[in-house]
């Protein structure tokens, strides 16, 4: 596209070409009258001096004569004066040409600078701005209208440039909440084509984006029930939420969905959205606070039960019996002592489980830890007849808090001789393995199924839950075992076969 300069080039050369043929026409008609008053001035002046030269060389010359010799010298002089007269004309054509080819050059270059550079600028960063090169800016050169010009361009441009800038600052917004969100989002257009999708819903379905990108919601493998939830938004406009369980690999993850069409401003339909919970571990905490719930019930009904029947057969006459009363009110006393104790682990367990929980930890013997805990438990042993067998090559010095760790192998000694038999042994080794010190304590009780040992762990599960009850426990120990050793920055493992024993395996780290 031509240029303002260019066109105003191309008129003032159109100019240019018509004043120089207009002043060669004008030229061109004088020329004649030029040429014959200049021819008639010079012969008459050389007429006058041709006489005089006669007259003072005193020649006798006749008028005919003197006529004839005037007449030939004028047809000999005046070939010589009409080339004279071409050439001054001609050289006053060309200085006038000059002159005016002078005046157009600078009137034009004024002309350009002042009027025509500005307006192609504007123009050249007009177009820019319309390329989407917001950095683009007109030179405020001008004057005028011109100036004015180019100061509105540049307004236009900055604001143009803040626009995008804030557009891009929200996109970038945008696109960082969509790609950390905790939650699947998919976008699907009124097409029914997949637009956008984030990184958690590309994991959790195993998808690639550039796979999926542009393609059907019905032909990328989604689960069933999210196709459905999707058509039923396109066929009724309206939002849904239901829970699915989705099966991805060999696991089963139980999900939250959410649908809704996406409206524009102007009641445009855009689409549908589709955000997805996975609330599989809020549903397996709920199950374990239902248990929990029901667990803490059927331990506490189980010795009101007894406390509340023995009561009443007193209270129906049998306190008489001196005997029967004594047996009563001592098997009310354990059931008391029972929910006591239930109530205490209870209350201990929900403590270290609080966020924040931790324990006091300094340098200590290992070794007195084991012989304090083994001292506690040694009339329980007394009376089922059993023994200890104790494999300390050297004490050891850990890091923990004395008293928790005296609570951890209390526990794990005393459950070793519960689940054991009569006139069997357990055996306590201590020794030294990767920066920890390590404590196994090792039965030969009924040991534990494969299947039950990973949740030996959980509060009040109990392999044998008469046995768990006869020996007097809640069923809460294993569980603050758990809880106490992670405190430590320890670990705990279980090594177990039915029938043969249970080995406990406890590491404490070094200083």
């Given amino acids: 596209m031509k240029t303002l300069s260019t066109r105003l080039f191309v008129s003032f050369m159109a100019l240019i070409g018509v004043i120089l043929a207009v002043l060669g026409i004008v030229m061109g008609q004088l020329f004649p009258i030029y040429v014959g008053d200049y021819v008639e001035r010079s012969t008459a002046a050389e007429e006058r001096a041709l006489v005089q030269t006669i007259e003072e060389l005193g020649l006798d010359v006749t008028d005919e004569e003197q006529r004839q010799l005037i007449a030939a010298t004028k047809v000999m002089e005046q070939e010589d004066l009409i080339t004279s007269a071409k050439k001054r004309y001609l050289a006053t054509m060309i200085f006038c040409s000059f002159i005016a080819l002078a005046i157009i050059g600078i009137v034009m270059n004024r002309a350009v600078r002042v009027f025509a550079e500005p307006i192609d600028n504007a123009t050249r960063t007009a177009l820019e701005l319309a390329k989407g090169n917001y950095r683009a800016r007109a030179f405020e050169n001008g004057m005028g209208k011109t100036m004015q010009l180019s100061k509105s361009i540049n307004i236009l441009a900055r604001n143009l440039q803040d626009m995008t800038t804030m557009r891009e600052i929200e996109d970038e917004r945008l696109k960082t909440l969509i790609e950390n969100m905790g939650s699947s989002l998919m976008m699907i257009g009124r097409e029914g084509t997949i637009s956008i999708v984030n990184r958690v819903f590309l994991k959790r379905f195993n998808c690639d984006y550039e796979a999926i990108r542009g393609k059907g919601f019905r032909n990328i493998q989604l689960p069933n029930d999210i196709v459905q939830v999707v058509e039923h938004v396109f066929l009724t406009e309206t939002a849904i939420r239901k829970q699915i369980a989705v099966q991805i690999g060999h696991e ?51 010795p009101i039960t007894s406390i509340k029947g023995f009561s009443e057969t007193l209270l129906d006459g049998a306190y008489k019996d001196e005997a029967m009363l004594l047996s009563f009110l001592e098997i009310i006393y354990k059931e008391s002592d029972r929910i006591q104790m239930l109530v205490q682990e209870l209350l201990e367990l929900s403590k270290i489980e609080q966020h924040g929980f931790s324990v006091d930890i300094i340098e200590t013997s290992l070794q007195d830890i084991i012989l304090n805990a083994a001292d506690l438990t040694g009339a329980r042993l007394e009376e089922k007849n059993m023994e200890f067998s104790v494999d300390m090559p050297k004490d050891i010095a850990i890091l923990g808090d004395p008293n928790r760790l005296m609570q951890i192998f209390t526990n794990l000694i005393a459950n070793a001789i519960n689940y054991s038999p009569e006139n069997t042994t357990v055996t306590i080794r201590l020794y030294e393995e990767d920066g920890y010190g390590v404590v196994e304590v090792e039965d030969e009780g009924i040991g534990i199924e494969p299947a039950e040992i990973p949740r030996i762990f959980e509060r009040f599960y109990r392999v044998d839950r008469a046995r768990s009850r006869n020996s007097g426990g809640t069923g809460l120990g294993l569980a603050i075992v758990k809880h106490l050793i992670e405190a430590h920055d320890g670990k705990i493992k279980v090594d177990s076969e039915v029938g043969k024993g249970t080995k406990m395996t406890v590491h404490i780290p070094k200083p």
Avoid: C
Wanted: charged share 25%; no cysteine.
């Fill in 252 to 302: 089963i993850r139980h999900n939250e969905i959410y649908g809704a069409p996406v409206v524009g401003d102007h009641g445009r339909w855009l689409g549908v959205v589709l955000v997805i919970h996975d609330v599989t571990e809020l549903m397996r905490l709920e199950q374990i606070r239902k248990d929990f719930v029901a667990n803490v019930s059927h331990e506490l009904r189980t």
